[in-house]
């Protein structure tokens, strides 16, 4: 009997207390003032944008961006935006960072997507067929050169740069969205002064050629080279040297008309003469 009136009172405590906090709750949410969420603006385009676009006053907007997690490099003014020009795609609504963009200053076109410190060189060579036109740009290359050297009368093949940029291939300064294959004769590279000087050199020395290699591939073995006798795997063939000449034998030392012999036998000496007979 005793068990059953304290399950009951157990029951009505756990009841009377459930409806208090349920009650309470409804009246301290009644009073709590929902606060705003931070904003910050960021400038955006209207619609999406091309690599190469310039923005334009009209083609931007600015777009909301919470507070809490801040871009770096975005813009917040639209002043420093306008005449500069987008390197890569940009969708609309997406905040722009200085990244996408060109130098400031620099203009449009490939010279903006110069580094400072490096430079643009456009070499020519009918091997890009040999990499069946999936040569675009931001490929990375290596450039080979075939020249005629004073050490050998063959050709001879070897590595000048590795692993270096494609800026642009022909006309085009950014890939196929498709990665349809286009083929070109000009490629732009993107290289040091003192890597240009090298490409410039052999350029005018021979014939170039460039070989795709993968963009995750940052090795740069030792470069060598190999010329024809290598390549069909003979050996090179000495050098033919001059005959060796003899000196010229002295002249024969005349004889002389007679010859005196000195004899000596103890304490006694003597001398001979005799007479020889020329020849």
């Known amino acids: 009997m005793n068990f ?15 409806a208090c906090t349920w009650f309470l709750s409804r009246k301290i949410s009644a009073h709590v003032v929902e606060r705003p969420v931070a904003e910050l603006k960021y400038a955006a385009p209207v619609h999406a944008l091309k690599a190469g676009e310039t923005l334009r006053a009209d ?21 420093s935006l306008i005449g500069r020009t987008a390197m890569y795609p940009l969708g609309k609504d997406q905040p722009i960072t200085e990244q996408y963009l060109t130098a400031a200053g620099s203009g ?40 005629h050297t004073n050490q050998s009368p063959d050709p001879t093949t070897f590595t ?11 006309h085009q ?13 000009v ?14 050199l052999a350029s005018l020395q021979g014939s170039i ?13 030792s470069p060598t080279s190999v010329d024809l006798a290598e390549l069909v ?26 010859i005196t012999v000195e004899t000596i036998a103890g304490d006694k000496q003597s001398k001979d003469t005799f007479r020889i007979n020329q020849p």
């Not at 740069?161 to 494609?166: A, E, P, Y």
């Not at 050629?209 to 073995?221: A, C, E, I, Q």
């Not at 050996?235 to 007679?258: D, G, H, N």
């Open 4 to 18: 059953r009136r304290m399950a009951m009172a157990m029951a009505i405590g756990l009841l009377i207390s459930g």
């Open 59 to 79: 083609s931007l907007e600015f777009v909301s961006w919470p507070a809490a997690t801040p871009l770096a490099d975005a813009f917040v003014k639209p002043d």
């Open 108 to 147: 449009p076109g490939l010279a903006g997507k110069i580094p400072d410190g490096m430079r643009a060189i456009a070499l020519r060579s009918d091997e890009v067929v040999g990499v069946a036109g999936f040569l675009q740009p931001d490929s990375r290359v290596d450039v080979l050169a075939t020249v």
């Open 160 to 170: 000048v740069l590795q692993n270096v940029q494609v800026l642009a291939a022909g």
């Open 173 to 185: 300064i950014e890939p196929d969205p498709e990665g349809k294959p286009t083929s070109v004769t």
């Open 187 to 200: 490629v732009t590279l993107l290289l040091s002064p003192a890597e240009t000087q090298r490409a410039v």
């Open 209 to 221: 050629h460039f070989v795709l290699r993968s963009g995750s591939d940052k090795g740069t073995p």
């Open 233 to 258: 795997g003979g050996q090179a063939k000495p050098v033919a040297k001059p005959a060796r000449m003899s000196a010229p034998a002295p002249p024969a030392r005349p004889l002389p008309s007679e």
